[in-house]
């Protein structure tokens, strides 16, 4: 009887692992999906709303922008306030900005919608990436949920490209937007049914908001200051008044945490080598990897002559091999360590990008393309995982939202400094030369990733 007892436990508790997995998969995917669907579709979406140039690019901006200068606080607040509550109202926000965005008859309207789906995603990332974290083990069992995890995550922003083809060419934009309705509704749904109660932490958890409001200023000013440099130039007045305004925010973060006794990030949590070296790596391995689909995509339809939907099937290459090989990595890690792992995948995505450099107008995609979109896609799928496993590991349960934060905005900060890098290096080149010259500077982004990586992990270690 106590056998039967026992494998009944046990079925029930992988039933419920797998399901909380599940829920916190498609919720990261919802997310991921969104900072690449409109893309493709800006076109139309100029022409229906009837906007400018200038104010269609925030439609893309400021989901980027609001996500990034938040996630921070979003982990903080999954320690402080519960995952299944900020994961609850991640979900609901996102559902509902995504609604107002699909019914959108203004640009004013679409934009400020993406600015609160923005808000909705930074708190739904960090809370998804703590409930994976909180409900697996640390080790062998967790490592193969956070491959899943990573697998789905990281296949979404290519998928969301091809979604933006498919989706501009057939129902039109707004359904870029509202198939996230039905969606969200299920998941909120399912997290009520399948989350237990958020534990009570007491008088002793509250936050930082001074701390928070100059992370987030900080934060959004460096992700605008990027934005704004890739348009205006790295050394126009402008562009420099926004990075020292970002840096004086940033430098206010640092002297009010050091004085705070509740810091928005725990000290302890900054000591932990494994996380430092996880992040700076991230923010070059994301930088390069987000700029790749950028340039990729501006290269096939403005230099290759390819359609949308064409420049969104191509990408499937990518997203299939980073899936099966994300998938694999949490395995992997039995055999390869982190540290062996993201210099590999690393040193796979800047070969990808040297076989780019040599990309000609008359190129077949089977030879030109090809090749390095795999190679592309199985780098980074070794690269997200073992990212998410060294940022949590020897993180307390009661600090994994913030942990998870930090990684996000590694992320998301990488990928706007890495596009904002790759632009102005295409701008100061001349046609398929000056892709070339972008694809080498992405290439020496994920080559100083390897570097980080060697540095960062310590060799004897099984990270």
């Excluded at 999954?78 to 926000?93: Q, W």
């Excluded at 420099?240 to 810091?263: D, K, N, Q, T």
């Excluded at 590991?393 to 939202?401: F, K, L, M, N, Y």
Aim: glycine share 14%; with cysteine.
């Amino acid at each position: 009887m106590n056998l039967v007892n026992t494998v009944a436990r046990r079925k029930a508790t992988d039933t419920r692992q797998g399901l909380v997995l599940g829920l916190a998969c498609a919720a990261q995917a919802m997310v991921g999906l969104d900072i690449a669907i409109v893309n493709v579709a800006l076109p139309s979406i100029q022409r229906d709303l009837g906007v400018s140039q200038g104010t269609v690019q925030w439609v893309v901006v400021a989901y980027g922008l609001v996500i990034g200068g938040f996630l921070l606080v979003g982990g903080r607040m999954t320690d402080l306030l519960g995952r299944r509550r900020i994961f609850l109202a991640g979900l609901s926000l996102f559902t509902t900005a995504s609604l107002v965005a699909g019914l959108a008859q203004h640009g004013g309207v679409l934009i400020t919608a993406r600015g609160l789906q923005g808000l909705g995603g930074a708190l739904i990332a960090p809370a998804a990436l703590s409930l994976v974290a909180a409900t697996f083990q640390e080790g062998r069992e967790r490592n193969r949920a956070f491959g899943i995890f990573a697998a789905v995550g990281g296949a979404a922003g290519t998928v969301g490209v091809v979604a933006s083809g498919l989706i501009a060419a057939g129902p039109g934009w707004r359904w870029a937007f509202f198939i996230n309705v039905p969606v969200g509704l299920v998941l909120v749904a399912l997290a009520i049914t399948c989350l237990n109660a958020d534990v009570a932490r007491g008088r002793s958890g509250r936050l930082d908001v001074a701390g928070a409001s100059a992370a987030t200023g900080g934060l959004l000013t460096s992700v605008y200051a990027l934005h704004h440099a890739a348009t205006h130039g790295w050394a126009s007045v402008s562009t420099l008044a926004w990075f020292l305004a970002a840096g004086a925010l940033m430098a206010a973060f640092v002297l009010i945490e050091r004085r705070s006794p509740a810091p928005l990030v725990p000290g302890r949590t900054l000591r932990n080598r494994t996380l430092v070296a996880a992040n700076l790596t991230a923010l070059l391995a994301f930088g390069a990897f987000f700029s790749f689909i950028f340039l990729g995509s501006l290269l096939m339809q403005q230099g290759l002559g390819y359609s949308p939907m064409e420049t969104g099937l191509a990408w499937l290459a990518t997203t299939m091999t980073e899936f099966g090989t994300a998938s694999a990595a949490g395995r992997l890690t039995a055999v390869m360590s982190v540290r062996r792992m993201l210099v590999t995948g690393l040193t796979l995505l800047a070969v990808a990008m040297a076989w780019l450099t040599q990309v000609s107008a008359d190129g077949d995609y089977l030879i030109g393309l090809l090749p390095a979109f795999l190679l592309a896609g199985i780098g980074f799928g070794l690269c997200v995982p073992s990212l998410q496993i060294g940022a949590l590991s020897g993180v307390t349960e009661a600090e994994s939202g913030v942990a998870s934060g930090l990684i996000e905005t590694t992320r998301e900060i990488g990928a706007a400094a890495g596009v904002a890098v790759v632009a102005t290096v295409l701008v100061a080149g001349t046609g398929l030369d000056g892709f070339r010259t972008a694809f080498a500077a992405i290439g020496v982004l994920a080559g100083l990733g390897v570097v980080t990586a060697m540095i960062g992990f310590r060799r004897s270690s099984d990270l």
